[in-house]
């Protein structure tokens, strides 16, 4: 391997070190990593002097004495990256600094937009949240997609008619940083990966978006699962008796669709659903009933395809409708009678933003393969 792509190896599994492990000394990072004092010490020059890496004050001293170690940790503000959801009648934004804490977060109505409006809007979102205090500025750009994502290019978007608009490239033209396009589903998927808390095990999962449409993110060994063409995961059009399919029963809009329909009104909200199953409308419970008992069939198939470690719903509904989950499976049982937990997200209304934020940093850092932890504190 030639000396200066050594050095960077080095320097990204010097960098990923630090991310990971606040008020790592140099002599706790030569440790973790094997490399010799000189080495890590001559690396984080250069990452101190980019404005990269801080030095945060002194630590304890060891059992035999000496100089105090210097402690490190990355300079989160010294960029920001934004995330967008395209969702079908709504643009979500985020903005995050680079250990994922959360300087700002939006939703703007976009009910009606043609795609071209769309855009001018994106434009509009991004030029009014751009941060001016952090040293190098904008760093990247991350969009959700509600459809099938490849390459960067969107192949197919059911909701809003986006695959004739090469979004990347017109937002890389426009403000010059890596754009990252990528599927919803996926994007909540690497939120339950990446934000996860130390305890739990994230390196094979299978996270469920239930929104508008129904798609998974699927993660194996600890890495994103596209399948070919970008189309793994699309769960919504997974047939089921030859006619109907998983999207006619387990999304936000089927549910609210058909409970609307045994109610005899053109539509409801998440309230008035509430409401419903409160009062124990018994029209209500039988539309319910086939949703859960529907979404149960998914989980089953889901877990004896992919055998995960667990399965996470990410989705509205059960943040809103928390009766929803009355009597519905913690765990699931496979051939084997090995239980899988099915988990309910623990931040639905942000995973996908926080998902889009993680995958553009590892992006921008150089640290696409490494395990990285980032947080969620809200910074204001």
């Known amino acids: 391997m030639k000396k200066e792509m050594m050095r960077k190896v080095n320097e990204l ?73 395209f969702a079908y009648d709504y643009i979500d934004y985020m903005t995050n600094y680079l250990d994922g804490s959360i300087i700002k977060y939006d939703r703007v109505n976009t009910e009606g937009m043609s795609p071209g409006e769309r855009i001018k809007l994106i434009k509009e979102i991004i ?14 750009i991350c969009v959700s997609i509600h459809g099938i994502v490849y390459h960067n290019e969107i192949l197919y978007s059911p909701h809003v008619e986006m695959a004739d608009i090469d979004i990347a490239q017109v937002l890389e033209d426009e403000y010059h940083v890596p754009i990252l396009l990528e599927n919803e589903a996926n994007l909540a998927a690497v939120y339950e990966r990446d934000f996860a808390n130390d305890a739990e095990i994230t390196d094979n999962i299978v996270c469920v978006s239930i929104h508008h449409g129904l798609g998974a993110g699927i993660i194996i060994d600890n890495k994103l699962y596209r399948g ?3 189309e793994a995961g699309e769960l919504g059009h997974t047939n089921i008796d030859g006619q109907a399919t998983f999207e ?17 009104v053109d539509k409801i909200n998440f309230k008035e659903l509430r409401n419903l199953i409160v009062n124990q409308d018994e029209a209500t419970a039988q539309v319910v009933a086939e949703f859960k008992q529907h979404l149960v069939l998914l989980i089953e198939n889901i877990i004896m395809t992919f055998s995960p470690v667990s ?34 997200s623990s931040n639905s209304k ?7 934020c993680a995958l553009i940093t590892r992006t921008v850092l150089g640290l696409r393969r490494e395990r990285m932890r980032f947080s969620e504190q809200n910074n204001d």
């Open 13 to 85: 599994t010097i960098l990923n070190e630090i991310y990971n492990n606040y008020g790592i000394s140099r002599a706790g990072i030569s440790k973790r990593v094997g490399l010799n004092k000189v080495t890590v010490s001559d690396i984080l020059k250069k990452l101190i002097a980019n404005n990269l890496v801080l030095e945060i004050g002194e630590g304890e001293s060891s059992d035999v004495g000496g100089r105090k170690p210097v402690l490190l940790q990355i300079n989160k503000e010294y960029s920001f990256t934004m995330s967008l959801d």
């Open 127 to 140: 030029n009014q949240n751009m941060i001016t205090s952090t040293s190098a500025g904008l760093a990247g």
């Open 228 to 230: 070919m063409n970008g």
């Open 248 to 264: 006619d029963y387990c999304t936000e809009t089927a549910l609210l669709r058909n409970v609307a329909r045994v109610q005899n």
């Open 311 to 344: 399965v996470i719903l990410n989705s509205d509904l059960f943040v809103e409708v928390p009766e929803l989950l009355d009597g519905f499976p913690r765990m699931v049982s496979t051939t084997t009678h090995q239980a899988t937990p099915v988990k309910i």
């Open 350 to 356: 942000n995973a996908t933003l926080l998902g889009g």
